[in-house]
């Protein structure tokens, strides 16, 4: 059966972070999972740390780390890991702008709301900048496209009430474009606009398209135009330099609901760092059993046509997110589970889960259910002592303690933990084939 | 229909057409549909799959009223799945959407006569069995232009779909004269033991096209230990499942089991050199044709496509490393079928014990042809769509030779890129043969058999 000093299961930004990490330290690296995870969903920025009345990411991990949060062991690792994903990317066709110490600021979403945001894809840039009361905003979209409606969601961010306080521009309008054969499809969706983007003789027509209707709109006026986040898929630079040359406004994307491109643009980088630093990733393939033997994971075994498969394995990454992500699951009796490994959860009693009011601003406690780790990211017994598994690190949604849609900060403990995962099996007493072979860090870092 | 009726359906039918239920709409299947992306002829999987499904269900409920459904499907698109497997492969929430399309592909032709053109593309074995007979002519007619674009007109296979040659004779006529030749006259008696020889499944494309790949298998089982064991058999039955003739097919897996789960119980494993041949004996039998009996389990559990055989008696020690250098470049396509095995790269694993040799996976979605899909008429142009950033990347590599584990994968890759495209068991035959030549002992067919 295949080996791999280590095996991680989960394909979200953490499973990425670590196995990209541990590939690059020169360990053989599987990456399995079930199927497509959260690159696909969200919005490809990285949402660190906004909880409420902080003013950058950096402030927002400092106030989170004073919590019972997995911040107040991951707090170091942020900085770094953040620094190291950004130059991966960057280096990988795929610039990012924004810092952890770079101002949270309202930018428009796909239905007119704000939302807070510091570090975002290149593309989304534009619209952190502070916006000057004689700035016009343009919303742009394709005529027919159903998942962008430029006149409601111009209509909605013309009201200041959704600007929470921060500034906005002066005037908001929207326009829809005609395309060639786009208006009259009955299915369409962010993927057949991007792949429009990517072909370079249907782009320079839709970008004319797009730059004589949002001069007319804009009338003279600077400003800034907001268009679905569909600019390219696999040819995302090229289309992106191209559309920003050629608008008289300075644009920018906002994600869509899924299929999401920035965030499938983010996954097919990190895959490619993967694989070229010799990893393997394998979509498709549910964990079925993981092997353990003398508090060791030894192999984990795969769901597939006839028999199962075995990978043999020194150390295992769980990185198999929260409710949403299948990596915890709640059970009909009103228990919350770790279905692979067992491991004890920290969730609240059935009848705490939730809170009367939906909407209520501190959440509800289940939200913060997930595995108690220790600062090196082992799994914590129900007696908080570390449970008999040496060589198994969670990362991730998986972790407990986290509130993440309303502190904002899924993608930060995605890379942290990611990233402390891969450097704590490297560096772990108890391994062995890392140790032999000690790690190349990269001299280019 | 009861609700109770459909809830016991869902129960005993979990794995496809209930999963429809765990559907979160959330696109991921398009993102990789490599059919969605180049024409709009398909709304996607997400459409036709558990979209669709919730009509087709709603049909067997019998809802009639202002919004009567077709109890088959919403409309005709899910014909345009070229079953390549990819959305059930990538979907987070565990629905298997290429098995529910192909099921309702089975639904909207049940009770209509199948189009010839798809009878026929399902009949491999009875294509190339004619073929085979009348070889010289056969060959002659396939190659021709004219007669090319005529059955095109008449039967709506594409003219320039791929086709190979047939062979003079099938595969099992020529083992059945070896065998005859033998002193022992091939006689059961002297059969070794399931850890000295193994069953052969065949497929037709060796038996009517490619018998160089069993004679490769065959060479190579032999060096590492094994006798072949070739019993009788038929068509898997995938082509017939592709073009929803179930029933036809549901013979053919009857026939195959009958016979080959007498040696899956005596321990023997069966092994094939056709991904997709393997995979439906893996699988096939019981998630589309709903075969849930002792020797549908005991074929399954028996079968291994040939690489993962070989590198599973690697991973036990057992495989002769004892490889030739082989300098060259070598693009590798992983074919769809074999993605479904969920046994990972096993070929690429193999060619890396190969001294020189620079295997490459070329990391594309799928070659288009998709069984016989890419054959038809109507979708040929779709399946070359699909193939072409493959057919560059090959065409780019400068290599002479590519590899592929699936047949028709093979002939869409060779028609395309005009590049010499082989099994992998064809290249690994060439390394032992290369290090016999190296050693200064050619082999001959006996090498290294103990």
Redo the contacts between chains.
Sequence with gaps: ??HADVVVIGAGLAGLVAAARIAEAGATVTLVA????ST??GSGGLDVAGPAGVATPAEGVAHLATLDHPYSFLAPDVAPSIAWLLERLEANGLPYAGTLDTPLRRVPTAIGGTRRVAIVPAAQAAALRPWEPDEILVIAGPAGFKDFWPAAIADSLGREAVWMGAGHPGRVTGITVELDGVAD?H?L?A?HLA?RFDDPAQRAADIARFAAAITKAAAGRPGRVGVPAVVGLSQHAEAWAELKARLPLEPFEIPLV??SIPG?RLWHVLREII?AAGG?V?????VARIHVEDGRVTAVE??????T?LIRTEALVLATGGIA??GLVATHDGRIVEPLLGLHVDAPEHEEWLVADALDPAGHPIEAAGIPTDGGLRPLAQDGRPAPLANVRVAGALLAGQRSIRERCGDGIAVASGWRAANELATDATRTPIEREPIAVRTDQ | MTIADLVREASEDRHVSASADECLK???C???CPV??VT?LF??PK?SGPQGQRFRLAGLQQIQGPHSVNPKSPDHSVDYCSGCGWC???????VKIAEMNNQARGRLREGTIPKLRDWGLGQTDLVGSLGVLFSPFANFAFHNRVIRATFEMVLGVHRNAPFPKFSKRTFQSTWKRRQARRPDGGTLKSRPGPDKAVVYFHGCSVNYYEPQVAEAAIWVLKRNGFETIIPEQVCCGLPLISNGLYDDARERACKNNTILAEYARAGYRIVGTSTSCT?TL??EYEEMLDMRDDDTKAV??A?WDICEFL??LH?EGRLDTNFGRLDEDLPYHAPCQL??????LPAL?LFALVPGLRAKDM?HDCCGIAGTYGMKKEKYPIAMKVGEPLFRKVKDSGATMAACDSETCRWQIETATGVRTRHPVEILAQAYRAADKAKGTVAKGSAGAS
């Design positions: 059966m295949p079930k199927g497509h995870a696909h969903w499809r299915n969706n993927l792949r899924p299929p499938i694989r393997r394998q979509i498709g393939e549910s795969m769901e597939a046509a006839a028999r498969q992500g299948g | 959330c696109n991921v398009n993102t990789v969605m992306r709009d709304p996607g459409y059930t492969t990538v979907c987070p929430a565990g995979h893996k699988a399954s559990h079968t590198l599973d991973e993605r479904s095995h969920g046994i990972g694993d990391d």
